[in-house]
């Protein structure tokens, strides 16, 4: 399998108007904001991104990231394999008020006229497609980690925290 490296930096606006292409494999290790997130930073990102101009006129980049992060589920606190698709359509904006006359096809890419990093690029769009709590989808698998699933007589039995006021209360009727 050819793999191809990504140029550091890339001109969004130039990447569209030449009808662009960008293939190849990102290192995970370089995408600091995301590895602080996993635990572990092996791996890469495999990105397949094509810029150009819609028959509106909007220049825009669209593709696909792929790839796969060890996060920690917060049920169990064990290793997760949590798989990656990511469909990238950004839509090149110079300005917030461009963004927000933006066709609905596209998510808004604040752009500079000038070069801005492949991998903050990625990055951006990884992140964004991270679960917010992960778990793995079946408990079984947390149950594999040593989780166990709460005692059902503590479920069914009605928690009351402030019961033991209730004691006080005639208590302080008396003393009036």
């Not at 108007?17 to 190849?24: C, D, F, I, K, P």
């Not at 290790?29 to 997130?37: G, H, Y």
């Not at 040593?146 to 008396?174: H, V």
Request: charged share 20%.
């Amino acid at each position: 399998m050819l793999t191809l490296s990504l140029p550091d930096k890339l001109n969004p606006w130039q990447l569209a108007a030449e009808n662009g292409r960008l293939t190849g494999d990102l290192a995970l290790t370089e995408l600091p904001r995301l590895v602080a997130l996993l635990d572990q930073s092996s791996g890469a990102v495999s990105v397949t991104l094509t810029a150009g101009m819609d028959g509106q006129g909007q220049r825009f980049i669209a593709g696909h990231l792929r790839t796969t992060v060890e996060l920690t589920c917060q049920r169990c606190l064990g290793s997760l394999q949590w798989p990656l698709d990511v469909t990238v359509h950004l839509g090149l904006v110079h300005s917030e008020a461009e963004a927000d006359r933006l066709s609905g096809d596209y998510e808004p890419l604040l752009a500079p006229d000038c070069a801005m990093t492949v991998a903050d690029l990625v990055e951006d769009e990884l992140l964004l497609a991270l679960p917010q709590i992960p778990r793995h989808a079946d408990r079984r698998e947390c149950e594999a980690h040593g989780y166990g699933a709460p005692d059902a007589a503590l479920i069914t039995e009605q928690r009351r925290p402030f019961g033991s006021l209730a004691s006080l209360l005639p208590d302080s009727k008396r003393s009036r």
